[in-house]
Structure formats: structure tokens, C-alpha cells
């Protein structure tokens, strides 16, 4: 599903977020990046969804070479991955349900058609009863939850999600992370960032651990390698 | 989750057409920018009424000089030549000749006026009456006046004018209305100021519209950035301000109209007046079904040029970080 190839990204200062970064992602997979702020975390999911683009290197995502989307083609593409921010991103002036159709309205469904899946979305992550309820009424996680409607309810087969907890209490998070696990098990790809181990450790998914924009060495291996 | 997968086969059969769909997203579109206007109405109804004025301006006086043209048209029709007849050709000479020229074609009537009659007249309205009889002889000559047929242009004109001027008998030719054919030469000035003058004024509009849409860009930008995260096109981000520049011109235009028809409608009893101090029947020359509809036309068309031309600059700067 996600390939990288010896991915860098490099600002205009010099720095480098990601540095010769190499890594795949198979179809129906669930994992987790981890790793300290400024790892590279971020930057990673903002390459698969085209917010930026790599210095060098190729990311290919279901067999699209991201580099040879053009800028034209970018919305179309996004289109196909469902997003899930730390802070939600909702849009406060409408109500849950106008959120969570918003993606099938930039897809142009008709409204019949989109009221049904919204529908078919929040009963997914529980809050079928708050369509009405405008987002700021809303607990963090509720919000939470309405933004993973929003990101599945034009039935993407890849989510990325950057923190989707990290403003969550542990009770919630695994709420959170128990529904990704729903998702993931009728064949959604999975990719989230967190820097939360032991709720990674819990849930027992692969880990890609980034440090300074690129794979971390786990220790036993270090120790192996010098043997 | 089969139940869903059922629903999904189902679908098709009663899904709308795209056309269908495209429609009645632009409808609901269309209302949700008229409802973000109705949420600000001061400040809505300010930027209406500037583009109102704006319009209004031209258009008043584009009917101001519609009506000149209509009133100074009438005085055209009663257009007269004097004919002035050299000195030494006496009366029956003269009155042989005024019959001559009124068997012509172009010509309507012709009216004689003596050398005797017109010192007569002098005398009596000029108040030089005691200078006048000092005079040894009469310095006035006889008199024609030629008034041309009715289906003259102004080419025929010139023709006759013309011939008249070439007779041997003629001294001099006037052209009674020659100040009505410079009164037209500058109103065709002013219709040329108007135009420039409107054309300015419609940049204008272009720049007001663009920058309330510019500020409306500004104050969404966190909504126009979420959208693009999840796929909007620029196309699609646009449209709301797009309606929302047509809306503006549709009002403004509307407004416009309703303020140059509050100005006739102050104008009515004065010239009323004016007619019957004069007894006559002038009425104010409104403006056309056309030219109305051009106004809002004018208006709609520079509330979407606007909007897209500042949609088109600011869209694509706005890109999600």
C-alpha cells in the first residue's frame, strides 16, 4: 500500500525531517510510527497525503508515484485517503452531520445517497445520536470521533492519522483505537502516528520507531549486529 | 457489514443524475452564501448600497442626457433657413422666388418677409425705434423663410442649404438651428464621459467586491484549509465566493435601479410644473426594459468578476500546512 524509497525531506534551513527514509506498508495492514516530536512522524504522513513533497526519493502510495501527481490531480488524490488530525479539525459554523459529509459533497454524491452513509459513518464510531449537535458541544473525544467519521465515510482504503490521541485521557484513546481496529479489520490500511507505547503495546500492531528522520536501531539488534 | 454492502449494490438504480446533483449543489450554494450575507446585514446591505451608487451614478446621467437629446430632438424638427436676398432684388422678384422654392420636394413651406416688414418688426422689438428713423433708407433685405418637408436627414439638409446658398439671388443663408446641432456636439461629449467615467466606476465595483471577498477569504481560511485537506478542489473552495460576488452585483444592480426610479420619481412634480408653465406636455423619458436590465446585468457581471478574479489569486495561496 505505502512504499518508501530512500525518502528525504529536507527545509530550506538545511534541516533534514527525514533522511533517506525506506520503508513498506502492505495492503490490510495496522501501524503504528512512534517516536519523540520532531522525529519525522509528522513529515511522513504529510508525504502520503501530498501536503508536501519529498526532496528526493519516491512515496508511493497504491501503486501512485506521489511526485507524478500534479498539482491539478492533488484533491482527487487526497480523496482517496481518509486524514484524522490530533486537533480534529472539524469545522465549528456546522453541525456533526454537515461535517462528516463533507468529503462526499466535494465528491459531488447526492444528498440521499451522502445522508445515508454519513449516517452509516457516525453509527460506526458511536454518535449516530449527536448529528444534530454542533462539534463545540462536543467532548474532545466525541470530536475525535466525528473526525474519524468524516475521514471513512467515503470508504477510503487507506487512514492516516497524526496523534489521534494524543489530546485523549487513556480511556479514551483505547476507545479510539479499539474503533481504527474495527476498521482495520474489514480492510482498512492503517497508519498512525503516536507516541503513546504502552497503548501501541497493548493493541500488539507493528511499529516503525523513527529517530531523526529515519529507522531507529532497536538496542538488541545493535548488540547483534556487533557479535 | 453485509447489510451495508447490500444497501451499496442497491444504490445505483435510485441515484440522481450528476446534472441533477451539480444543480442543486449550486442551489444550496447559492442560498448558504445569501444566508452568510443575511448573517452580517450591515455591513452587507453598506457594500450593496456602494455598488448601488456606483451604478446609479452613470445611469442617471445617461437618462439626464437621453432627455436632453429627446427635448433638443423635437426642436431639430422645426428646423428653418433664412434666406436673405440681396438688396437691389425687388419685391414681386422676390415673392416669385419664395414661390419657386416651395414647389421643391425638400421643402414645406415657404414664408416671405419684407424688407418694410422686417424694419417694421425691428423697430418694434428692439427699442431702437427713434435711431432706426434716422436711417436714410431701409438696410434690411427681403426675406425668405424656408422650412424643409418633413422626412428630411441631415444630408438632404445640407443639399438644400446648399442650393439655396447658390442662387444668384441669395445673399446669405442662416441656419436657425445650427446652435442646436453644437448643443448635440456636446451632449455626445458628455455620452462619451459617461462612458469613460462608467468604465472607471465599474473598476471600481471590481475592486470593492474583490477586496470584501478577499476579507471573506481571510475570515475562512481555517474552513477553506480543512476542505482542501480532504480534497476540495480549487474549483470547488471558490464557489461560495463566486456566489457570493453575484449576489452583491444582483443587489447592487437591484439597488441602483430602485434609486434611479426614486430620482424620476422626485423629478415628476417639478417637471410637471415646468410643463405647465410652458403648456406643453413634456414627460420625463424613463429608462427602457433594456437599459434596466442592463444595469443588473452590469451589476451581476462585475460581482462575478470580481470575485473571480480575486478567488483566482487567493486560492491558490491558501494551501493546508
Same mark, same amino acid.
Request: glycine fraction near 8%; proline fraction near 4%.
Given at each position: ?63 501512485? @508515484? ?32 454537515? @461535517? ?66 494524543? @489530546? ?15 476498521? @482495520? ?43 | ?8 449494490? /442497491? ?53 439626464? /442626457? ?9 426642436? *431639430? ?43 417694421? *418688426? ?84 471590481? /475592486? ?7 476579507? *471573506? ?105
Amino acid at each position: 500500500m505505502i512504499q518508501l524509497e530512500n525518502a528525504t525531506k529536507r527545509f530550506p534551513g538545511g534541516q533534514e525531517a527525514l533522511s533517506g527514509l525506506s520503508l513498506s506498508i502492505d495492503k490490510g495492514e495496522m501501524v503504528f510510527v512512534t517516536g519523540h516530536s520532531g522525529a519525522g512522524k509528522s513529515t511522513l504522513l504529510r508525504l502520503i497525503a501530498l501536503i508536501e513533497r519529498p526532496t528526493s526519493g519516491q512515496v508511493i502510495v497504491d501503486g501512485q @508515484n506521489t511526485s507524478r501527481v500534479k498539482r491539478r490531480k492533488i484533491p482527487a488524490y487526497r480523496r482517496q485517503i481518509g486524514m484524522v488530525f490530533q486537533d480534529h479539525k472539524l469545522l465549528y459554523d456546522r453541525p456533526v452531520a454537515d @461535517n462528516v459529509a463533507l468529503p462526499l459533497i466535494i465528491a459531488g454524491v447526492g444528498h440521499r445517497e451522502a445522508s445515508r452513509k454519513v449516517r452509516a459513518a457516525l453509527d460506526q464510531v458511536g454518535l449516530l445520536h449527536k448529528e444534530k449537535r454542533r462539534p463545540e458541544t462536543l467532548s474532545a473525544g466525541e470530536q475525535q470521533r466525528v473526525g474519524i467519521a468524516r475521514a471513512i465515510v467515503s470508504r477510503p482504503k487507506l487512514l492516516i492519522a497524526d496523534e489521534p490521541t494524543g @489530546n485523549l485521557d487513556p480511556d479514551l484513546s483505547l476507545e479510539v483505537m479499539r474503533i481504527f481496529r474495527r476498521f @482495520n479489520e474489514v480492510g482498512v490500511t492503517l497508519l498512525i502516528a503516536s507516541h503513546d507505547i504502552s497503548l501501541i503495546d497493548r493493541l500488539g500492531c507493528r511499529r516503525i520507531a523513527l529517530e531523526d528522520g529515519r529507522l531507529q536501531q532497536e538496542p538488541e539488534e545493535d548488540v547483534e549486529s556487533w557479535r | 457489514m453485509a447489510l451495508t454492502r447490500n444497501a451499496d449494490a /442497491v444504490a445505483p438504480a435510485r441515484r440522481s443524475s450528476p446534472l441533477a446533483i451539480w444543480f442543486a449543489r449550486h442551489m444550496s450554494i447559492s442560498i448558504g452564501s445569501l444566508g452568510r450575507l443575511s448573517r452580517h446585514p450591515f455591513s452587507s446591505l453598506m457594500i450593496i448600497l456602494v455598488i448601488a451608487v456606483t451604478l446609479a451614478l452613470p445611469a442617471a446621467i445617461n437618462l439626464i /442626457v437621453k432627455n436632453a437629446r429627446s427635448i433638443s430632438g423635437s426642436w *431639430d424638427n422645426a428646423l428653418d433657413f433664412s434666406v436673405f436676398l440681396k438688396r437691389d432684388l425687388p419685391e414681386d422678384e422676390a415673392r416669385a422666388l419664395g414661390r419657386l422654392i416651395e414647389q421643391r420636394a425638400d421643402v414645406d413651406l415657404v414664408a416671405f418677409i419684407s424688407a418694410a416688414q422686417a424694419l417694421g *418688426d425691428f423697430k418694434e422689438h428692439s427699442g431702437f425705434g427713434a435711431a432706426l428713423d434716422q436711417l436714410p433708407d431701409n438696410p434690411l433685405p427681403h426675406t425668405l423663410v424656408v422650412s424643409p418637408s418633413a422626412g428630411h436627414t441631415s444630408a438632404s439638409m445640407i443639399l438644400l442649404h446648399e442650393e439655396l446658398g447658390n442662387l444668384p439671388e441669395t445673399e446669405y443663408v442662416q441656419v436657425d438651428t445650427q446652435w442646436v446641432q453644437r448643443f448635440h456636439a456636446i451632449l455626445d461629449i458628455v455620452r462619451q464621459a459617461i462612458a469613460i467615467g462608467a468604465a472607471l466606476l465599474g473598476i471600481a465595483i471590481v /475592486v470593492i467586491i474583490g477586496n470584501t471577498i478577499r476579507l *471573506d477569504i481571510e475570515n475562512r481560511r481555517n474552513e477553506i484549509e480543512v476542505t482542501k485537506l480532504i480534497g476540495a478542489s480549487n474549483a470547488f473552495v471558490r464557489r461560495p465566493f463566486l456566489w457570493t460576488g453575484f449576489w452583491y452585483g444582483l443587489f447592487g444592480g437591484l439597488m441602483a435601479l430602485a434609486l434611479v426610479y426614486y430620482g424620476l420619481y422626485l423629478l415628476q412634480g417639478p417637471v410637471a410644473r415646468l410643463a405647465g408653465l410652458y403648456q406643453s406636455n413634456i414627460a420625463i423619458a424613463t429608462m427602457s426594459l433594456q437599459e434596466a436590465a442592463a444595469i443588473i446585468g452590469i451589476g451581476v457581471f462585475l460581482g462575478l468578476f470580481g470575485s473571480w478574479f480575486t478567488t483566482a489569486r487567493h486560492m491558490r495561496r491558501i494551501e493546508p500546512r
